[in-house]
Structures are given as structure tokens and as C-alpha cells.
């Protein structure tokens, strides 16, 4: 089966750790990007990466990082300098082409502890 | 920057009656948009899309609507079941904005027995 996968579903964190969040697809799409949602609210940027090797802040990048060393994989580290990181974490991709969807991940909730 | 809202967060429809979901959108550059349906503690499933040079698209039991003048968006559900019950969002892509999404908030729909 095609699709995009978050591990873990639900991740405990100390104040002052840093995680990493993993998300792996196999739809072979170049894209690849990391929402946070809070409670009742929309979904928010913090990284894109259109192709290998190569990514761009979105929104809310300060306290984040990621890398792109395979199509495939986008990780996402959490890092000690987000001062807020409790929230559900959204992983999605998509095909090249200007009007194409994209496909999301089931997320990962994440708890500070 | 551009803003996606949502006219209302929340929406309580009978059991086969019809649903209207609206949103509204800023950017008049934005020449891509979709809905996405989000169950509680999931990613967002793709539902619709429809591109800037279209009024009107139909799915199965859903229909979007687009009004580029006033620059609002809408879904609309035919025959609403307990299983779409969730929250939807609106998201709308401006050219040159590298397939970037922005999301609204949301609208959570509860279909009523």
C-alpha cells in the first residue's frame, strides 16, 4: 500500500530533551511538509522541502529543525528552544504539479512533560 | 500574509439533511483550493478540490462551490450521515507560492440523530 506514515502516535517529552518525530512516504512525491495543530485551530506551517537535500522554514520554524537526506523521509526534531511544543504534529506530501493535493500523515501527538 | 477563516466554527445538521460549510479567503491570487475532512486524533483526509478557472465541482455527495468575486468558498454535503461528523477545513494555494497550503481553522460539523 501507497502512503505517508508518523511514528511514534504518542510521544512524552521532559522540558529541556529534544525529539524527533519521523515520517516516512512512499508515493515517491518530492514534497514534503510538517504542520503543528493546536486545539480547535487550523493547521500551521514549520518546514517544507521540495526536493532532496533542501528545505525552507514555514511559519513557525523557531525551535525546530529538520533534514531531507532521502526522498522519502522528512524528519522533524523538536528541539529545547520551543518554549511551547505540546501539540499535535502533521506530516504531508505531494506530487510535483501546481494543483495537486496533499496527502497527511495520522499525526503525532506530542506532550511535554 | 494571506488569511483562509471560516464564517462558522461550528455546525449541528439533522440526519439527511444538507450541509453548508463556508469559507472565506483573502489572497485573489490564490488559484487552487481544497477541503479536508478531520476526524478527531487523525490527519486530514482530501475530500474536493477545484481550481480558480472553475465555478462548480462535484464529488460523490459533496459539491464545492467557488465565488472568486466575493472570494468565498464553499462545501456542500448531500444527505449528511453520522460518519461525517468531524472538523473541515478550507485550504487554498496562491500561484508561486511553491505548493504551499494555507489552512482556516475549521468548522466542526456534528450530524444529529
Known amino acids: 500500500d501507497g502512503g505517508i506514515t508518523q511514528s511514534p502516535k504518542y510521544l512524552f517529552r521532559k522540558e529541556g530533551q529534544n525529539v524527533t518525530l519521523s515520517c516516512e512516504q512512499n508515493?515517491?512525491?518530492?514534497?514534503m511538509y510538517w504542520y503543528r495543530q493546536d486545539p480547535g485551530q487550523g493547521l500551521r506551517l514549520i518546514y517544507y522541502?521540495?526536493?532532496?537535500?533542501?528545505?525552507q522554514k514555514g511559519d513557525i520554524a523557531e525551535g525546530y529543525s529538520v533534514s531531507r537526506e532521502k526522498k522519502e523521509s522528512f524528519p522533524l526534531t523538536v528541539t529545547s528552544a520551543q518554549k511551547n511544543p505540546t501539540a499535535f504534529y502533521l506530516c504531508?506530501?505531494?506530487?510535483?504539479?501546481?494543483?495537486?493535493?496533499?496527502?497527511f500523515g495520522p499525526g503525532t501527538r506530542l506532550t511535554v512533560l | 500574509g494571506e488569511s483562509v477563516g471560516l464564517h462558522l466554527p461550528t455546525l449541528s445538521v439533522q440526519e439527511g439533511d444538507n450541509s453548508i460549510i463556508n469559507c472565506a479567503y483573502s489572497?485573489?491570487?490564490?488559484?487552487?483550493f481544497i477541503w479536508y475532512k478531520q476526524e478527531s486524533g487523525k490527519g486530514p483526509q482530501f475530500i474536493i478540490d477545484?481550481?480558480?478557472?472553475?465555478d462548480k465541482r462535484q464529488g460523490q455527495r459533496v459539491t464545492v462551490l467557488l465565488n472568486k468575486t466575493v472570494k468565498h468558498l464553499s462545501l456542500q454535503i448531500a444527505a449528511t450521515q453520522p460518519g461525517d461528523s468531524a472538523v473541515y477545513f478550507c485550504?487554498?494555494?496562491?500561484?508561486?507560492?511553491?505548493?504551499?497550503?494555507?489552512f482556516g481553522s475549521g468548522t466542526q460539523l456534528t450530524v444529529l440523530p
Open positions: 504531508a506530501c505531494t506530487a510535483a504539479g501546481p494543483y495537486n493535493e496533499q496527502f
Open positions: 508515493l515517491n512525491h518530492d514534497a
Open positions: 522541502s521540495q526536493i532532496v537535500n533542501d528545505f
Open positions: 489572497n485573489s491570487a490564490s488559484d487552487y
Open positions: 477545484i481550481r480558480s478557472n472553475m
Open positions: 485550504a487554498d494555494r496562491f500561484s508561486g507560492s511553491a505548493r504551499q497550503l494555507t
